[in-house]
């Protein structure tokens, strides 16, 4: 996210980061975390997204969840709640609820739907660096990152930059996001990988939102992602980056930035033109190169396994 420029900017996000409720492990997230997720079935699927003290968010999709099939259609968006218990929702003509990793529905005008929960996967998660790779993060040190720390597993905090800087270039980088159900938008897993430390791919948890500029697998404030990849929080995920640099003969510039991004395996970034650095970039384009910034945006976003074939 773009770097506030005054304390009063700031300040609705620190407060809105400060009072969310925050889980770092799968263990500790409560009885929402376990409903929360995605649910599949023959002809339809669901993203059921934990809003705080037991209430949900369902979107409906047709014919899969994202990113399964070339066209994938939104089809209904309506709230849930638990009582006594159990997970029920009765809106819009649809009633049904959640159990049993289940999630069963009717509509008032016909048909009955029956969901299961599942957990995706990248193909690139734990993906083998080449030969020829820089490996910036293992987990067996911090010494490539300028000021970088580890959480108590042993991943690399947000907030940290590359000693090495880099040009034209693959980047693989996994990271994970907090569960944060009180929160709202940028306030709820916020951080962002900066190529060249001038263009934000965002990192945000944007599970079960349309998929702006502004969220998870956007070019911050210039491209929204084609489609929303975004997983559950505290899900490993995966991005896979091809950049190339933005082109200069003398002071003036011949070509822009390239980026091609593919989250979770899937393209939602391809070979898209960024005109100019974004958000709080850390300097002016440049044909050279430039550190790997992980944005800390005051959210505990941890990253691993992050290595860059320079081309």
């Known amino acids: 996210m773009k770097a506030p420029h005054s304390l009063a900017i700031l300040l609705p996000f620190v407060i809105a ?40 968010r369902i979107v409906g999709w047709m014919p899969g969840l994202p990113g399964t099939a070339e066209k994938v259609e939104r089809k209904i968006e309506i709230g849930a709640q638990t009582v006594d ?4 929702f009765d809106s819009d003509g649809w009633t049904g609820g959640i159990s049993n990793n289940t999630l069963t529905g009717s509509h008032e005008e016909g048909g009955e739907w029956t969901l299961k929960r599942v957990e995706r996967e990248s193909p690139t998660l734990a993906a083998k660096p080449p030969e020829d790779a820089v490996v910036l993060f293992d987990g067996s040190g911090t010494d490539a990152w300028d000021g970088g720390e580890v959480d108590a597993e042993g991943n690399l905090r947000a907030g940290t930059k590359s000693k090495q800087s880099f040009g034209d270039m693959t980047l693989h980088i996994e990271f994970r996001l907090p569960f944060m159900p009180d929160a709202r938008g940028q306030a709820r897993g916020n951080s962002g990988v900066y190529l060249q430390d001038l263009y934000e791919v965002q990192v945000l948890d944007s599970f079960g939102l349309s998929g702006e500029s502004n969220e998870c697998g ?3 404030e210039m491209s929204k992602p084609l489609v929303n990849m975004c997983y559950p929080p505290l899900t490993w995920q995966t991005y896979d980056i091809d950049f190339r640099a933005a082109q200069f003969e003398g002071d003036n510039k011949v070509s822009s930035a390239v980026v091609t991004v593919r989250h979770n395996g899937v393209v939602v970034q391809e070979e898209v033109k960024v005109p100019e650095p974004t958000g709080a970039a850390g300097g002016k384009a440049s044909s050279g190169s430039g550190p790997i910034h992980l944005q800390d945006h005051g959210n505990p976003v941890v990253y691993r396994n992050i290595w860059v074939v320079e081309k």
């Open 17 to 56: 980061a400060c009072s969310a409720e925050t889980f770092t492990t799968r263990e500790e997230a409560g009885p929402d975390y376990a409903v929360q997720g995605e649910y599949s079935g023959e002809t339809s699927a669901a993203q059921v997204i934990a809003q705080g003290g037991g209430k949900f």
């Open 85 to 88: 218990g159990k997970v029920v």
């Open 218 to 220: 956007g070019i911050y």
